[in-house]
């Protein structure tokens, strides 16, 4: 049974770009998870989605940050025109369903912004 | 929202050695997990751990959920245990975000 996939591994933007990070959930799983950790802040989270719903954006930045979860394919997490700030890990967790608490986690994504 | 806080911040073993790292939390949680990331950056699960004990090999964790704390041990310490180790608790009941503490940094060393 494959795990939480993330591609790609590494990313490198310039100031500017946009960045797209994709997140397949485990097989069975409808809910997905994005946090970030940033080297002096550690891990956060950032939003929660179901299968065509955003559930809970609290932890996203208010600008640039948006996320998808849609009914086919993987989840996105989009970045519209990145600064040096967004450089850091973006790890995507996924869940069965809403009454089961355990997260399983991906390997991440870096983002590296020149 | 939900503190957690981990001690130690650092560790240094030599190998062979065992282990406590503590998780204190201040509310009641519906999930605790334990982590490790390893030098790589990869986040590994290793326990879903909200109340009761567990073990997986050399690892094993224990959660007080009355007293807000879990342990984890590690016993017979190998130079690929090192790594941070990451305990993170739900927000609220059913708010199902994961908080983090900061992480014991182990190192164990040959």
């Not at chain 2, 004990?53 to 690892?59: E, V, Y």
């Amino acid at each position: 049974n494959a795990g939480v996939m993330q591609n790609p591994r590494h990313l490198v933007r310039r100031r500017g770009q946009e960045a797209r990070l994709r997140c397949s959930p485990m097989k069975g799983h409808s809910h997905v998870y994005w946090y970030r950790q940033l080297p002096e802040e550690g891990l956060k989270f950032m939003v929660y989605l179901q299968k065509e719903n955003i559930i809970d954006e609290s932890g996203m930045p208010k600008e640039r940050f948006s996320a998808e979860f849609p009914k086919e394919g993987p989840s996105i997490l989009r970045i519209q025109q990145v600064v040096r700030g967004d450089s850091a890990a973006y790890f995507c967790a996924s869940s069965p369903r809403q009454d089961y608490n355990e997260q399983f986690f991906g390997p991440g994504t870096r983002l590296t912004v020149l | 929202g939900i503190q957690v806080e981990q001690s130690p911040p650092d560790l240094i073993l030599q190998e062979g050695a065992n282990s406590t790292l503590r998780c204190n939390f201040s509310d009641s949680v519906n999930n605790l997990q334990w982590f490790h990331q390893n030098p790589w950056g990869q986040l590994i699960n290793l326990f879903y751990i909200p109340s009761g004990t567990k073990q997986n090999g050399r690892l094993s964790a224990t959660t007080v959920a009355t007293e807000r704390y879990s342990l984890l041990y590690i016993s017979s310490s190998q130079t690929t245990d090192s790594g941070v180790y990451f305990c993170a608790v739900d927000d609220i009941k059913g708010a199902q975000k994961l908080v983090f503490g900061q992480g014991t940094r182990l190192t164990i060393n040959p």
